[in-house]
Nanobody, 124 residues
Framework: QVQLVESGGGLVQAGGSLRLSCAAS????????MGWYRQAPGKQRELVAA???????NYADSTKGRFTISRDNAKKTVYLQMNSLKPEDTAVYYC??????????????????WGQGTQVTVSS
């Protein structure tokens, strides 16, 4: 029902910036929240930042002050602006979207979808 397309990853020197994008497409749905996760080799996947449709945000402590998450509700797109990048930010970054679909019984059903992942590499 929903497909996510990520873009913006790449190779950058420490102190540089990257901007990740994730666009959702598909049949009718509403977005409850969009977020970014990352996973480095040998480590667990962790939440980087998340934003609700109402604009509430949550950041990992390690990214506060450096990363900014934003969204365009009309385009169903979430962005992650990453500044002052550090080598420890190197990971595969995954977009995650929680959507709701209203059924005829009047109840919402929630579903989660993942992007394909995009590599971010920060050189020292």
């Amino acid at each position: 029902q929903v497909q996510l397309v990520e873009s913006g990853g790449g190779l950058v020197q420490a102190g540089g910036s990257l901007r990740l994008s994730c666009a959702a497409s598909g049949s009718m749905f509403s977005i409850n929240a969009m977020g970014w996760y990352r996973q480095a080799p040998g480590k667990q996947r962790e939440l980087v930042a998340a934003i609700t449709s109402g604009g509430s945000t949550n950041y990992a402590d390690s990214t506060k002050g450096r990363f900014t998450i934003s969204r365009d509700n009309a385009k169903k797109t979430v962005y992650l602006q990453m500044n002052s990048l550090k080598p420890e930010d190197t990971a595969v970054y995954y977009c995650n979207v929680e959507v709701s679909v209203r059924f005829s019984d009047g109840y919402d059903r929630k579903y989660n979808y993942w992007g394909q992942g995009t590599q971010v590499t920060v050189s020292s």
